[in-house]
């Protein structure tokens, strides 16, 4: 028991009837702040916060993980989230549906546990009138309400640490192990809460150190062992972190001041530490995300009496209570001290108790320095003033200005909000769409948990998609998201705007198509029938170098997406030599939402180098799932199969690029004309193709007259053969324009390092372009035994003998490693594919695997005449495939022509015209 510890005056005892009066006193007064706390954090719960922000709705990923069975001691995603408050959530839509009120209704719960617990804890250490003022603070706080009324887990820290600490003193009062047994749990439980638990530990341990100094070793001890049970139980976290290091990466994101510590730059750090000191009354959390920016924890009054607190807290450091008080506050406000955004009052969340009875102590303090009855009546007076002032202040903060700012309303999402209602009043029960950012997932659920309505909107991104389907349909564009301007024409041509307001807008889109044409290209999917249609590719006449060309592409859904598919639409800008300047990818309408006949716009940006010469150049477009091949286009009513759609030329204006930007991209060969110069790869394989090139500044590009490359070693050369050159127009003084051509490496060349040297222009000036490595490979003319023989010949190149094995049956899911074995006819005059594809009877491709031979050592151009190159082809089983028997097919195709046509296949197994062969059958499993 200690031996020093000076507790408040007892209250009367409960065998006296003043006693009792004062025990039911106690209790109503109890029970008033906390129906006052309560209601403040219920009320209006639907309109404050104005909606619902992503880290909250990101709550019900986690829910769905320990729906499906997972229940992991820490979720990782979303920069990594500690158990407690998502197991909690998952309880609470249980029992009260997936809706606004259940989805809160934890942090609610944590923000009055944690206030009861405050009551207990600050009466049995400070007073009665201590505990009022701390708790009517909590009550009424913009912090506590802020932390108290979102879907969040910081809430629960300071819950459990004030029950934990109430827990611990009862163990230090009484002397009894059983206190400090479950004061250790609950110090333990408090780990899995928030990020900065562990300083709550770390207080019990300071105080420990300071009772053992002072002698009161039993104490001590006590606290101590309450702290190795709580790090005991929270080794599973700590385990989980050291397996999974980037589980930490939000803590590690926020500690730029502690890392400029170790680095032995202490200035972040203090720097951080002044903004914290100067919350309570100052300076305040800088984002509106959590606080009215840059408000104070509480206004000058209180904030004043809260320094004095502390102040008293070292005059009467020789009382356990009021040291132990210290040490909570300082230790906890340490988290927002060492990481960025500070003040920040999420991150401080432990140090909120202690705040709130410092300046409960500070006040009632300065009140009992007044003297005489009338001094004391008016200081009185003073304090509940302040008192009032908080409250009043705090309450229009947080329920007039903090939801009306725009940065609040966009970080909460209050357009969807305000779509919701808009649908609630107006009764609307037919389909709608919503312009989103984050169509796919965060703003859906957001939506859904609002609770206004039973609709449940489609989705897109109206800053690069359009969505117009096949029904009558309400569109709603929220301000935060508006429509790109050639997606805006497009709506205003086909609907009719029905309502405006700050917000959002509402339109009417009747059903029927915008296009005349029937269909320009079908595109094939791994599913059954036609994925879609592309109606029209629209583009720009011309575009100046360095802007970006807009290209829409507008497609009709012909089938719709079975679950967990992800199509993606690509755009290429190729000159015409084949010479890729841009491309970009993107569908922001998700597949979940396809709908027979809808019809969609893709606006995709495509930036153009600055230093691209003037040219006429195409533009491709073609859709791809996932990472795999593009799918087949079934172009015009011959039927004919292409994997990118020529949608049409635009005329490049070459602007030039600044010379400084091209010395930090190239090798600088200057001065003038040719300016600098690249060389891609520099480590090369027989048969491969080295890009070079060529800045020019001041010439007419219009003269160049080609370029010859040289490999030279030990006198020995190597002419280069020049495949593509491209590039026209004049570039101007100060700025450069850029040559492209690709040079083949013969087959024949040997290992080892190379000079390359290239002559251009009239005058053939050489210019050395250093270094490159040509790669050996081994090379043999021997047939190996084949267990399965194919023999047959792919357009007169090269022969496909066979399988170095049988394939045996596979199971799904399983991956079959096969081998094909190539013999070269004649040499390759590009660089060809070679594809292996499983299909059924019906030709649909299941799995595939694409690429260039033997793992992209040995290209098709590097092959001589009779050697035989093994080629290896790992195909992975689906897990949704039927068993029974498939196909396996292989060929060849050129991946940088438009279209990616085939070699035709020639043998006795073959039909006329095919341009793939039958390896071998094969049968899958259960």
Known sequence: M???????????????????????????????????????????????????????????????????????????????????????VTATLALFGE?????????????????????????????????????????????????????????????????????????????????????????????????????????????????????????????????????????????????????????????????????????????????VAGMFAFVGDPEWRYNVAGRPVFCLPIGLACYFGLWLCWRRRDQPQFAFLAIWAVVNLAASAVTGSSPSTLRAVGAMPAVYVLAALGALEALRGVSGPAGRRLASVALVAALALE????????????????????????????????????????????????????DRLSFEYLGFTEIRPRYFDGSTSLLLPAEKTSVFVPASRPLAEPLMKVLAGRAELQHEASSFQAWTVEPGSSSTVAWLAEVQAPWPGPA??????????????????????????SAPAPGGHAVTVFAHLRDEAGFLWSQSDALTYPTSDWRLGDEAYQLISLALPADMPDQAATVEVGFY??????????????????????????????????????????????????????????????????????????????????AEAVLTQAGEARSLRTQAISGDGTSTPGSALRLRMRFAV???????????????????????????????????????ERPVTVRVELGGRATLLGLTETIAPARRGQTIDLELVWQALAPFDRNLTVFVHLTDGEGRVWAAHDGVPAAGVRPTRGWLTGEVIRDPHPIAVPTDVAPGRYRLIAGMYDSDRIGYPRLLVTGASTVAGADWALITELEVLE
């Not at 029970?31 to 309560?38: F, G, T, V």
């Not at 991209?665 to 003038?672: D, E, L, M, R, S």
């Open 746 to 784: 013969p087959a024949d060349t040997p290992r080892g390092e190379w000079d390359l040297t290239l002559r251009v222009g009239r005058t053939a000036k050489e210019v050395a372009l250093g270094r490159v490595f040509v790669g050996g490979v081994e090379r043999t003319l021997e047939i190996p």
């Open 391 to 442: 409250a009043g202040m705090a309450l229009y903060g947080y329920f007039l200005v903090w939801p009306a700012h725009p940065e609040v309303r966009d970080v909460y999402r209050a357009d969807l909000a305000d779509i919701a209602r808009h649908l609630r009043r107006s009764g609307e029960t037919g389909p709608a769409l919503v312009s989103s950012e984050y169509a796919a997932d965060l």
């Open 2 to 88: 200690l031996s020093t510890f000076s507790r408040p005056a007892p209250e009367p005892s409960r065998a006296h009837p003043g006693g009792v009066q004062t025990c039911r006193r106690r209790l109503w007064v109890a029970a008033a702040l906390l129906c006052l706390a309560a209601g403040l954090r219920l009320v209006a719960l639907d309109g404050v916060p104005p909606g619902l922000q992503h880290d909250e709705v990101f709550k019900t990923v986690f829910v769905e993980q320990v729906r499906s069975g997972q229940y992991p001691v820490f979720f990782d995603l979303n920069g990594g989230n500690e158990p407690f408050f998502a197991y909690l």
């Open 532 to 557: 879609l249609q592309v109606l029209a590719v629209e583009l720009p006449d011309a575009v100046r170098a360095g802007k970006s060309l807009e290209v829409v592409v507008h497609y009709r859904v």
């Open 99 to 275: 809706n606004l009120l259940a989805l809160r209704l934890p942090a609610v719960a944590g923000g009055l546990i944690g206030i009861a617990a405050l009551w207990s804890l600050a009466r049995r250490l400070w007073g009665q009138a201590a505990a009022t003022v701390a708790v009517f603070l909590a009550a009424v706080s913009l912090w506590h309400l802020m932390d108290s009324r979102v879907s969040l887990r910081a809430i629960w820290l300071p819950a459990f640490l004030t029950v934990a600490y109430y827990l611990l003193w009862r163990g230090l009062e009484e002397g009894r192990r059983l206190w400090y047994a479950v004061g250790g749990v609950a110090l333990g439980l408090s780990l899995y809460t928030y990020s900065s638990s562990a300083l709550g530990v770390a207080t019990v341990v300071l105080f420990g150190f300071w009772m053992l100094a002072r002698g009161e070793r039993r104490a001590a001890a006590g606290l101590l062992a309450a702290s190795a049970l709580a790090l005991v139980l929270g080794a599973p976290l700590a385990l989980h972190w050291a397996k999974v290091p980037e589980a930490g990466v939000r803590v590690q994101d926020l500690s730029y001041e502690l890392t400029a510590l170790r680095a032995g730059d202490p200035l972040p750090v203090l720097r951080s530490a002044l903004r």
């Open 625 to 706: 799932e996932d990472a795999a091949q593009p799918y087949a286009l079934q172009i015009g009513p011959e039927r004919l199969a292409f994997t990118r759609l020529k949608a049409g030329e635009v005329s490049i204006e070459g602007s030039g690029a600044p010379l400084d930007s091209v010395v930090a991209q190239a090798v600088f060969v200057g001065p003038g004309p040719l300016v600098g110069a690249t060389v891609a790869p520099t480590v090369v394989q027989p048969g491969q193709d080295i890009e070079v090139s060529l800045w020019w500044e001041g010439v007419d590009l219009g003269d160049f007259s080609g």
